[in-house]
């Protein structure tokens, strides 16, 4: 069982930066391929970023070169760094976890945090 439960979120200028935490308990968290997505209003949940546990990484082009993962394994907490934030950035968001190579699907994961909320302001 792995508990996730994420926090960092808030109200950002456009052009801004913000870092998201993933507090993660559990065990053998390492060994998950962990995730991040989000969810726009009125829209489906969207890939953002993913990792595996060989440290793979793969992102969304819309986040590309803007978003990066990274991680605090004494502490079990995975981090998004968000920088030069736009409107379309806004979102609550989550992250996720699986047993398990990576995937891009939301409903692969089977492990989710509560979400937080991210405003960008122009």
């Known amino acids: 069982q792995v508990q996730l439960v994420e926090s960092g979120g808030g109200l950002v200028q456009a052009g801004g930066s913000l870092r998201l935490s993933c507090a993660a308990s559990?065990?053998?968290?390492?060994?998950?391929?962990k995730a991040w997505f989000r969810q726009r209003k009125d829209e489906e949940r969207e890939f953002v970023a993913v990792?595996?546990?060989?440290?793979?990484?793969f992102y969304s082009d819309s986040v590309k070169g803007r978003f990066i993962v990274s991680r605090d394994p004494s502490t079990n907490t995975l981090y998004l760094d968000m920088t030069d934030l736009k409107d379309e950035d806004t979102a609550v968001y989550y992250c996720?976890?699986?047993?398990?190579?990576?995937?891009?699907?939301?409903?692969?994961?089977?492990?989710w945090g509560q979400g937080t909320q991210v405003t960008v302001s122009s």
């Open positions: 996720a976890a699986r047993q398990g190579g990576y995937r891009l699907r939301a409903l692969e994961y089977d492990y």
């Open positions: 559990g065990r053998n968290f390492r060994s998950f391929a």
């Open positions: 990792v595996d546990w060989t440290w793979n990484e």
